[in-house]
């Protein structure tokens, strides 16, 4: 696989971005990574898949997370993480001109194309939307969110542990495994990263009508993390959805069991959306 690197930063936060080239380049997709991890997770499993149904794959590292940079589990405000998406679409829309372009985002990365999708005009092709942080499956400890809402005003950029349970990202073990190895994967997060990325689901959720983007749920009804039930919401708001709900699937569905068929699914989704986009022209 043959990886390039982008030259992108946001003001002077350096960002780690990359993109893979097919042989035929048929159009390009921007995966957005969930929260306290990086794009290189995607290199072994989504990557070469959607490679194969010859898509240029972009991925980024967002702010406060693997190689960019950043406090570990911070960043400046919600608004920053919607424009850093608008940055690195910008630069795949020049190295692919006249062609399709999708979002790809998984978990908060899924709660960031909706939302860009919801709140500037582009002229995306189609959106997958992965486990999305629409609404969260636990509830974190009253004293947490006290403190947390607190520090939002007075501190907003100290860090606390996340309280994700790697355990609850997949039924595979070896995944869980790798997870918990990977030296770039944090568990930090600041008042100014949790708190906006929650009312910015709760947002999508009710504001699901104004999309116009055909678009692609899907959600494991087992997921510990993130509540499918809130992906349920935002499609019934919604004429431009598809939902696939993944019976007993975990967080992580590209790393989960079965997740060769749900790559399969995404793949075809995406060939259906150029097919229809080759069509029109």
């Known amino acids: 696989m043959d990886i390039k690197m982008l030259d992108i930063q946001y003001k002077t936060i350096p960002i780690y971005a990359w993109y893979a080239r097919p042989k035929i380049e048929k159009g390009a997709v921007i995966l957005v990574h969930g929260f306290g991890e990086h794009s290189s997770r995607y290199l072994e499993d989504?990557?070469?898949?959607?490679?194969?149904?010859?898509?240029?794959?972009?991925?980024?590292d967002n702010i406060g997370h693997g190689k960019s940079g950043g406090k570990r589990g911070h960043c400046l405000t919600y608004y920053a993480l919607i424009e850093l998406l608008d940055i690195v679409f910008a630069k795949a829309r020049l190295l692919n001109p006249n062609k399709p372009i999708f979002l790809y985002g998984h978990s908060m990365g899924g709660n960031l194309v909706l939302n860009h999708a919801l709140r500037i005009k582009s002229d995306f092709t189609g959106i997958v939307a992965s486990s999305p942080y629409l609404k969260l499956a636990f509830?974190?400890?009253?004293?947490?969110?006290?403190?947390?809402?607190?520090?939002?005003?007075?501190?907003?950029?100290?860090?606390?542990?996340?309280?994700?349970?790697?355990?609850?990202?997949?039924?595979?073990?070896?995944?869980?495994?790798?997870?918990?190895?990977?030296?770039?994967?944090?568990d930090r997060v600041s008042p100014m990263y949790?708190?906006?990325i929650m009312e910015a689901g709760e947002w999508a959720i009710n504001n699901g009508h104004k999309l116009k983007i055909p678009t692609l749920l899907l959600h494991g009804t087992g997921d510990?993390?993130?509540?499918?039930r809130?992906?349920?919401?935002?499609?019934e708001n919604s004429n431009k959805t598809e939902l696939q709900l993944i019976e007993g699937?975990?967080?992580e569905l590209h790393k989960d069991v079965g997740c060769k068929g749900t790559l399969d699914l995404i793949a075809s989704w995406l060939t259906n959306r150029m097919n229809h986009f080759y069509g029109q022209i």
């Open 46 to 60: 989504v990557v070469p898949r959607l490679l194969k149904e010859n898509l240029v794959v972009f991925g980024y």
């Open 139 to 186: 509830q974190p400890p009253k004293w947490k969110m006290t403190l947390g809402k607190a520090m939002l005003q007075i501190f907003p950029s100290i860090t606390m542990s996340s309280g994700l349970n790697p355990q609850h990202i997949s039924r595979i073990a070896q995944e869980v495994e790798k997870y918990i190895a990977d030296p770039l994967v944090h």
């Open 194 to 196: 949790s708190f906006p």
């Open 224 to 228: 510990k993390i993130i509540d499918y």
């Open 230 to 235: 809130g992906t349920q919401s935002f499609h």
């Open 249 to 251: 699937g975990y967080h």
